[in-house]
T-cell receptor, first 113, second 112 residues
């Protein structure tokens, strides 16, 4: 039981490049989400999903795309990276009816130069 | 809309001293409240949560928090801290328990 797995752990991109951050969970959680963490700002919700085929925007969705084709996977796509997207990205998941908070992955540290 | 204010960005404290990390929230509906801990270069780990019932909630590593509805607060406390408690602590609020709104975080620095 690996929990929430994020890959890669570190990534450096050039401005304008695209990439996909991977997130997979093996707990059969319906709910999955992506946050970004910036110093002094805590974690802010980018996108979330309540099940396969269903996604919605969070607080800071601009510049990011998501899709949910399976219960296990929830990739985050940066279409054209910008320096403002330099951040640590966390994927989190839980059962939809669980009111007890979410489980986090170990994070992906992204630098856009 | 919900929001969380963590009143201290950094809290320095000596080992074995008590500590309180302050958290205030705003919400127009009933809420669920959480404290998460993040050790350096790691993900976030759930420390404790308030869903309903007793307003005093006990969590892992000897931490506890008290939900105060009238003051809209959920302060985190530990009677005696250890060097290993050095980390960043995040307070979060949710009306569903999964879509969390986080505060800016408080860095706890425990000194020997």
């Amino acid at each position: 039981n690996a929990g929430v797995t994020q890959t890669p752990k570190f990534q450096v991109l050039k401005t304008g490049q695209s990439m996909t951050l991977q997130c997979a969970q093996d707990m059969n959680h319906e709910y999955m989400s992506w946050y970004r963490q910036d110093p002094g700002m805590g974690l802010r919700l980018i996108h979330y999903s309540v099940g396969a085929g269903i996604t919605d925007q969070g607080e800071v969705p601009n510049g990011y795309n998501v899709s949910r084709s399976t219960t296990e996977d929830f990739p985050l796509r940066l279409l054209s990276a910008a320096p403002s997207q330099t951040s640590v990205y966390f994927c989190a998941s839980t059962f939809l009816r669980d009111r007890g908070g979410v489980f986090f992955g170990q994070g992906t540290r992204l630098t856009v130069v | 809309a919900q929001s969380v204010t963590q009143l201290d960005s950094q809290v320095p404290v000596f080992e074995e001293a008590p500590v309180e990390l302050r958290c205030n929230y705003s919400s127009s509906v009933s809420v669920y409240l959480f404290w998460y801990v993040q050790y350096p270069n790691q993900g976030l780990q759930l420390l404790l949560k308030y869903l309903s019932g007793s307003t005093l909630v006990k969590g892992i590593n000897g931490f506890e928090a008290e939900f105060n509805k009238s003051q809209t607060s959920f302060h985190l406390r530990k009677p005696s801290v250890h060097i290993s408690d050095t980390a960043e602590y995040f307070c979060a609020v949710s009306d569903h328990g999964n879509k969390l709104v986080f505060g800016a975080g408080t860095i706890l620095r425990v000194k020997s």
